[in-house]
């Protein structure tokens, strides 16, 4: 049981441009949702997260948007820099903040 | 400040041994976590602990035991090693309403 779906399972952008990772979910209770990006060898680190009751939350070049009618988020980079090439995670707890939810992620590559 | 260190980063085991997944936090975060991650998959919560002598199920616990005798560490344990159990084994903390914090992962290898 998905419920926290990446379906892209790679990206490349160009160094400069924006890198756009998307996320889908099908459980309706989820009310908060977070991004970690992993590199090589490397466990998840934080990278964003967002409220339900919000639809946008911004940190420097990384900002993250909520559709809830149609249970979707996306991350946004801007700029993407070669640094940014990881792998992201998108990510919702339970009700009660024990059980996370991961999508399968999306390895990011970015040119120079 | 170490954060959340994970011991050993790489095994192997064979078939029907056991062994023991080392997690320790310096960071006095109740809430810790077991996460595996197998090959194209996001990661899968294994056992979660709330506090000190408190443990629970996550989504795919057969196969594994843990413990909590102190809030620092939480070993998982593995009893009959079987090849469904070969994949990257996360360890996190966290403190109540913040994201969690992982480790750098187990390479389990069961042959």
């Known amino acids: 049981d998905q419920q926290v779906k990446q379906n892209s399972p790679s990206l490349s952008v160009q160094e400069g441009r924006i890198s756009i990772l998307n996320c889908d979910y099908t459980n309706s209770m989820f009310d908060y949702f977070l991004w970690y990006k992993k590199y090589p060898a490397e466990g998840p680190t934080f990278l964003i997260s967002?409220?339900?009751?919000?639809d946008k939350n911004e940190d420097g070049r990384f900002t993250v948007f909520l559709n809830k009618s149609a249970k979707h988020l996306s991350l946004h980079i801007v700029p993407s820099q070669p640094g940014d090439s990881a792998v992201y995670f998108c990510a919702a707890p339970s009700r009660d903040n024990n059980d996370m939810r991961f999508g399968a992620g999306t390895r990011l590559t970015v040119k120079p | 400040n170490a954060g959340v260190t994970q011991t050993p980063k790489f095994r192997i085991l064979k078939i029907g041994q056991s062994m023991t997944l080392q997690c320790t936090q310096d960071?006095?975060?109740?809430?810790m976590y077991w996460y595996r991650q197998d090959p194209g998959m996001g990661l899968k919560l294994i056992y979660y602990s709330v506090g000190a002598g408190i443990t629970d199920k996550g989504e795919v616990p057969n196969g594994y035991n843990v413990s909590r005798s102190t809030t620092e560490d939480f070993p998982l344990r593995l009893e009959l090693a079987a090849p469904s159990q070969t994949s990257v084994y996360f360890c996190?903390?966290?403190?109540?309403?913040?994201?969690?914090?992982f480790g750098d992962g187990t390479r389990l290898s069961i042959l």
């Open positions: 960071m006095n975060h109740n809430y």
């Open positions: 967002i409220s339900s009751i919000k």
């Open positions: 996190a903390s966290k403190d109540n309403s913040q994201p969690q914090h």
